[in-house]
């Protein structure tokens, strides 16, 4: 009888309801141990119905085996291994041993979603999730994010202490204690007498544990309580040692080898216990007792507490003998290594070395976090200082690939204090400027950068560190020195005149050109070196790639930076490296905006965001979050405009980096004020961010025109005197015709009755098939300066252009005020009607349209999308009526 859980029982009804009807969820319980997360499962389990249950345990000790947990839980599934998409099934196999091979850790995450998918209505459930290794929590996790339509529930089990599965994004089921009445029942239902005194004591001291409540009457004295009781936990630990005690010895063998192995399968005990002198008879008392479940050739503790019950209350030597006995008996070689590793009494080369073996099969199969354990627990073992050393140099490094940063800077500044040789240092010098990166602590990324170049022997690798720095000095607030420092010494690190890095450095300093105010007389032509610097950044692989994207996009470049930022996500998909997605992503929708290439930049940012939130990579939430409000802004959508900037706020929150989203989110506050008339609003947030602590963010240099159009419009037109300064230099260093035509709206805007040829000539120089939502505010402004003029005729004219963009790009605030200018000039305007296309898919759907469209099939578009093909199917489905089709065949032509 489950007790005073209503309210969480139909919590967890209503998720497998939902399933029923092919609507997804995921769930944490948490709480503390015996708080009834373990009970509510279970009952989750019993309510499954026709919904094929996946069911799981995060084991202690498995805690190093990369994948471990995943396996067990996933392997009576792996039949449907075959319908994955070809990369996802690739490296869910991989992981497992099944194939060779590594796999991007989120494509795993993908394929586990995938699978479940395969297997729906499903029910997966994982208690002890706290103690699942670090690969296999990253993949259910990553998985448990993006559920959608699949009919999948996941369910997991988790303490409640700091740092127990963290599990941002994934709504939680918080267990407290049972009220007074509850707690009495269980008591009840003990059937054990107590007074009343007890009972009482019993209630206040247990809080209302269910677990508490149900083991400690029938150890209990009655006499008064201690001054300061044991913790809960430790109280129920405590019974359940006191329930083994009484077992024979032989019995208590067979549950420390139990508590000891990791397969959770019965034959693995028993041949170990044959070493030992027990058989599988001695296990009865145990399971008369109900300690263990044996059912299957598989064993279960009743409670996961029994099992730290059993380990913990046995002898040091006992442990070792049954570590011993179980590494003897087992045919994998990391199971193997593990045990004896567990059995050693001291530095063992040769244990060492095992683990050695162990760790690289790991990281072969993607497992880096449990790599980075196993080489740490080799380098203790190891007998002499040099190769400790260098284990714990490659657990760093395998930790920094698991994005397990912190615990690797620690491990590498103290290994740097250890060692002299320089590429041992370069090394730990590269694990340190990556932590120190993802932290946001800048400055100190861009000085281990910088000084690490003096230990490199390799020229491009030098060249990359700095460009690195010189990305961490983009990313800081304030320190414009940071930046001039990393791009001067480009020229320094010793590459041959000819070499094609020589062109990335050139890019490098067309961007910074004006910040550092640097005569580009003598520069090279920067179309000319941007089409060399990406043929020489290939060369690294797309981390090169992405950081000519970017230098585009500083140097204006933007058509040819969207150009870049495409391939590059279609050479991550084409590998599966969804690691890469969300900062390349983030990049491509900025890109997009500029271009207004709305309908795609929405699409983009929506999947940016989404996988930077299930990859763990903020700072790409916050490019993308950006781009997107400022759609809003264009768009007049104020819910819209703040809900990304609330994004952006939360995404950056301590990381300096995100100052370009937060850049362009200001700028798109600003926008909305101006579209809306509040115009001295506007004027202030872009003197403020004009006037910021980011003056080198290329956001900022791009909202110059707006501040222009506030200050005049305010009637301080010696406001918009610095900002058009600033923004002709930039123009006379970038050259683009784009620019110049800004340039020229700006003019416009200040030069009274000579206005005209300046609007002319920005019309003239704007590309219209180019950033529309520019055009479209230029013919505006210059119909509204004509009607002033009292030319109408000429006014309807721009007017009317202005207006037709506006409505084919549904600026709303936009739409009202060249209306409003076509009335004033004399043009009675009828409200135009908005066409059922593609304005009503969400960006999610369209995206899904226009792969379909190409002739992706659905499991194709959900190994590009890390979605599972019945959520394209579900999304397909929904987008079809919006379009007005009835068919996959009629979505070319519409697209």
Same mark, same amino acid.
């Given at each position: 009888?489950?007790?005073?859980?209503?309210?969480?029982?139909?919590?967890?009804?209503?998720?497998?309801?939902?399933?029923?009807?092919?609507?997804?969820?995921?769930?944490?319980?948490?709480?503390?141990?015996?708080?009834?997360?373990?009970?509510?499962?279970?009952?989750?389990?019993?309510?499954?119905?026709?919904?094929?249950?996946?069911?799981?345990?995060?084991?202690?000790?498995?805690?190093?085996?990369?994948?471990?947990?995943?396996?067990?839980?996933?392997?009576?599934?792996?039949?449907?291994?075959?319908?994955?998409?070809?990369?996802?099934?690739?490296?869910?196999?991989?992981?497992?041993?099944?194939?060779?091979?590594?796999?991007?850790?989120?494509?795993?995450?993908?394929?586990?979603?995938?699978?479940?998918?395969?297997?729906?209505?499903?029910?997966?459930?994982?208690?002890?999730?706290?103690?699942?290794?670090?690969?296999?929590?990253?993949?259910?996790?990553?998985?448990?994010?993006?559920?959608?339509?699949?009919?999948?529930?996941?369910?997991?089990?988790?303490?409640?202490?700091?740092?127990?599965? *963290?599990?941002?994004?994934?709504? !939680?089921?918080?267990?407290?204690?049972?009220?007074?009445?509850?707690?009495?029942?269980?008591?009840?239902?003990?059937?054990?007498?107590?007074?009343?005194?007890?009972?009482?004591?019993?209630?206040?001291?247990?809080?209302?544990?269910?677990?508490?409540?149900?083991?400690?009457?029938?150890?209990?004295?009655?006499?008064?309580?201690?001054?300061?009781?044991?913790?809960?936990?430790?109280?129920?630990?405590?019974?359940?040692?006191?329930?083994?005690?009484?077992?024979?010895?032989?019995?208590?063998?067979?549950?420390?080898?139990?508590?000891?192995?990791?397969?959770?399968?019965?034959?693995?005990?028993?041949?170990?216990?044959?070493?030992?002198?027990?058989?599988?008879?001695?296990?009865? *008392?145990?399971?008369?007792?109900?300690?263990?479940?044996?059912?299957?050739?598989?064993?279960?503790?009743?409670?996961?507490?029994?099992?730290?019950?059993?380990?913990?209350?046995?002898?040091?030597?006992?442990?070792?003998?049954?570590?011993?006995?179980?590494?003897?008996?087992?045919?994998?070689?990391?199971?193997?290594?593990?045990?004896?590793?567990?059995?050693?009494?001291?530095?063992?080369?040769?244990?060492?070395?095992?683990?050695?073996?162990?760790?690289?099969?790991?990281?072969?199969?993607?497992?880096?976090?449990?790599?980075?354990?196993?080489?740490?627990?080799?380098?203790?073992?190891?007998?002499?200082?040099? *190769?400790?050393?260098?284990?714990?140099?490659?657990?760093?490094?395998?930790?920094?690939?698991?994005?397990?940063?912190?615990?690797?800077?620690?491990?590498?500044?103290?290994?740097?204090?250890?060692?002299?040789?320089?590429?041992?240092?370069?090394?730990?010098?590269?694990?340190?400027?990556?932590?120190?990166?993802?932290?946001?602590?800048?400055?100190?990324?861009?000085?281990?950068?910088?000084?690490?170049?003096?230990?490199?022997?390799?020229?491009?690798?030098?060249?990359?560190?700095?460009?690195?720095?010189?990305?961490?000095?983009?990313?800081?607030?304030?320190?414009?020195?940071?930046?001039? !420092?990393?791009?001067?010494?480009?020229?320094?690190?010793?590459?041959?005149?000819?070499?094609?890095?020589?062109?990335?450095?050139?890019?490098?300093?067309?961007?910074?050109?004006?910040?550092?105010?640097?005569?580009?007389? =003598?520069?090279?032509?920067?179309?000319?070196?941007?089409?060399?610097?990406?043929?020489?950044?290939?060369?690294?692989?797309?981390?090169?790639?992405?950081?000519?994207?970017?230098?585009?996009?500083?140097?204006?470049?933007?058509?040819?930076?969207?150009?870049?930022?495409?391939?590059?996500?279609?050479?991550?998909?084409?590998?599966?490296?969804?690691?890469?997605?969300?900062?390349?992503?983030?990049?491509?929708?900025?890109?997009?905006?500029?271009?207004?290439?709305?309908?795609?930049?929405?699409?983009?940012?929506?999947?940016?965001?989404?996988?930077?939130?299930?990859?763990?990579?903020?700072?790409?939430?916050? $490019?993308?979050?950006?781009?997107?409000?400022?759609?809003?802004?264009?768009?007049?959508?104020?819910?819209?405009?703040?809900?990304?900037?609330?994004?952006?706020?939360?995404?950056?929150?301590? $990381?300096?980096?995100?100052?370009?989203?937060?850049?362009?989110?200001?700028?798109?506050?600003?926008?909305?004020?101006?579209?809306?008339?509040?115009?001295?609003?506007?004027?202030?947030?872009?003197?403020?961010?004009?006037?910021?602590?980011?003056?080198?963010?290329?956001?900022?240099?791009?909202?110059?025109?707006?501040?222009?159009?506030?200050?005049?419009?305010?009637?301080?037109?010696?406001?918009?005197?610095?900002?058009?300064?600033?923004?002709?230099?930039?123009?006379?260093?970038?050259?683009? *015709?784009?620019?110049?035509?800004?340039?020229?709206?700006?003019?416009?805007?200040?030069?009274?009755?000579?206005?005209?040829?300046?609007?002319?000539?920005?019309?003239?120089?704007?590309?219209?098939?180019?950033?529309?939502?520019?055009?479209?505010?230029?013919?505006?402004?210059?119909?509204?300066?004509?009607?002033?003029?009292?030319?109408?005729?000429?006014?309807?004219?721009?007017?009317?252009?202005?207006?037709?963009?506006?409505?084919?790009?549904?600026?709303?605030?936009?739409?009202?005020?060249?209306?409003?200018?076509?009335?004033?000039?004399?043009?009675?305007?009828?409200?135009?009607?908005?066409?059922?296309?593609?304005?009503?898919?969400?960006?999610?759907?369209?995206?899904?349209?226009?792969?379909?469209?190409?002739?992706?099939?659905?499991?194709?578009?959900?190994?590009?999308?890390?979605?599972?093909?019945? =959520?394209?199917? $579900?999304?397909?489905?929904?987008?079809?009526?919006?379009?007005?089709?009835?068919?996959?065949?009629?979505?070319?032509?519409?697209?």
């Amino acid at each position: 009888m489950l007790r005073g859980r209503r309210t969480e029982l139909a919590r967890i009804d209503a998720a497998l309801d939902a399933a029923r009807t092919g609507v997804s969820g995921a769930l944490v319980v948490r709480g503390e141990a015996g708080i009834g997360k373990t009970t509510l499962l279970g009952h989750a389990v019993e309510r499954a119905g026709e919904l094929r249950v996946l069911r799981g345990t995060g084991v202690e000790s498995e805690a190093e085996l990369s994948f471990a947990g995943l396996h067990l839980l996933l392997r009576p599934a792996l039949d449907g291994l075959d319908a994955l998409p070809t990369m996802q099934r690739q490296a869910l196999a991989g992981a497992f041993g099944m194939s060779d091979g590594e796999g991007d850790r989120f494509m795993i995450g993908a394929a586990v979603l995938s699978l479940l998918a395969e297997h729906a209505p499903v029910l997966c459930v994982v208690d002890d999730a706290h103690w699942l290794d670090r690969a296999s929590a990253d993949a259910l996790l990553f998985a448990a994010r993006r559920l959608d339509h699949e009919g999948v529930v996941v369910l997991f089990g988790a303490r409640d202490h700091a740092g127990a599965f *963290p599990a941002p994004g994934i709504p !939680e089921l918080r267990l407290a204690g049972l009220d007074e009445t509850s707690a009495a029942e269980v008591l009840d239902d003990t059937g054990v007498e107590l007074t009343a005194s007890t009972r009482a004591r019993l209630i206040a001291e247990t809080r209302g544990n269910p677990l508490a409540l149900r083991e400690l009457p029938a150890v209990t004295t009655g006499a008064e309580p201690e001054s300061e009781p044991l913790p809960v936990t430790q109280r129920v630990i405590d019974a359940f040692h006191h329930q083994v005690s009484t077992v024979p010895a032989a019995c208590r063998t067979l549950l420390l080898l139990a508590a000891a192995d990791t397969t959770g399968e019965l034959p693995t005990v028993l041949r170990a216990a044959a070493d030992l002198g027990a058989t599988v008879a001695d296990l009865a *008392p145990a399971e008369q007792r109900r300690l263990i479940m044996v059912e299957d050739g598989t064993f279960t503790f009743r409670h996961p507490l029994i099992r730290a019950a059993v380990y913990r209350s046995a002898a040091t030597g006992s442990r070792i003998a049954a570590h011993r006995a179980l590494a003897g008996c087992t045919e994998d070689p990391d199971l193997r290594a593990w045990h004896r590793a567990a059995a050693a009494l001291g530095p063992d080369e040769q244990v060492a070395a095992e683990l050695d073996d162990a760790a690289r099969r790991a990281a072969g199969r993607g497992g880096h976090a449990a790599a980075a354990e196993t080489y740490e627990r080799a380098a203790r073992l190891s007998e002499d200082n040099a *190769p400790a050393g260098t284990r714990m140099l490659l657990a760093c490094e395998a930790a920094t690939r698991a994005g397990r940063l912190e615990w690797a800077r620690e491990r590498a500044e103290k290994l740097l204090t250890q060692v002299s040789d320089p590429s041992t240092r370069l090394r730990l010098t590269h694990v340190c400027a990556a932590a120190h990166f993802g932290s946001g602590e800048l400055a100190r990324a861009h000085r281990m950068l910088i000084d690490g170049t003096a230990l490199s022997t390799d020229p491009a690798e030098a060249f990359w560190m700095l460009i690195r720095a010189l990305h961490a000095a983009w990313a800081s607030p304030t320190d414009v020195t940071m930046i001039t !420092e990393a791009v001067d010494l480009l020229g320094t690190v010793g590459l041959a005149p000819d070499d094609p890095l020589a062109d990335v450095a050139w890019l490098a300093r067309w961007g910074t050109a004006q910040i550092m105010d640097r005569d580009t007389s =003598t520069f090279p032509a920067i179309d000319d070196v941007l089409a060399r610097a990406r043929t020489a950044a290939s060369t690294a692989g797309l981390r090169g790639l992405t950081e000519v994207a970017s230098r585009a996009l500083v140097a204006a470049r933007d058509a040819e930076s969207a150009e870049i930022a495409t391939a590059v996500i279609e050479e991550a998909r084409a590998k599966g490296m969804v690691i890469f997605l969300p900062a390349v992503l983030g990049h491509l929708t900025l890109a997009q905006v500029l271009l207004g290439r709305h309908r795609e930049a929405k699409a983009t940012g929506d999947e940016c965001v989404r996988i930077a939130t299930a990859t763990d990579q903020p700072l790409w939430s916050s $490019y993308a979050a950006g781009g997107l409000a400022y759609l809003g802004a264009i768009e007049g959508d104020e819910e819209a405009v703040r809900h990304f900037t609330d994004v952006v706020g939360s995404a950056g929150a301590g $990381y300096a980096g995100a100052s370009t989203g937060v850049v362009y989110a200001q700028s798109a506050q600003a926008l909305l004020d101006l579209g809306r008339g509040r115009v001295q609003s506007a004027f202030d947030q872009l003197t403020a961010v004009v006037d910021g602590p980011v003056r080198h963010v290329s956001g900022v240099i791009r909202c110059m025109p707006d501040l222009v159009e506030a200050a005049v419009r305010l009637g301080r037109p010696d406001h918009a005197a610095e900002p058009i300064a600033r923004y002709t230099r930039w123009a006379e260093t970038m050259r683009q *015709p784009w620019i110049d035509a800004l340039l020229a709206r700006c003019h416009a805007l200040t030069a009274g009755d000579a206005a005209e040829e300046h609007f002319l000539r920005a019309i003239d120089l704007h590309d219209p098939a180019a950033r529309p939502f520019e055009l479209a505010r230029t013919q505006l402004l210059y119909g509204e300066w004509l009607r002033r003029a009292r030319r109408k005729a000429k006014a309807r004219e721009y007017l009317t252009s202005a207006l037709t963009a506006f409505e084919e790009i549904g600026s709303a605030p936009w739409i009202t005020r060249a209306r409003s200018e076509l009335g004033a000039a004399g043009v009675a305007v009828e409200r135009a009607e908005v066409p059922a296309t593609l304005a009503e898919l969400t960006p999610q759907e369209h995206q899904i349209s226009l792969l379909a469209a190409k002739g992706l099939a659905n499991k194709d578009i959900a190994a590009q999308l890390c979605l599972s093909p019945r =959520t394209v199917a $579900y999304h397909l489905y929904k987008a079809y009526p919006k379009l007005g089709i009835q068919s996959r065949g009629e979505l070319t032509g519409l697209m």
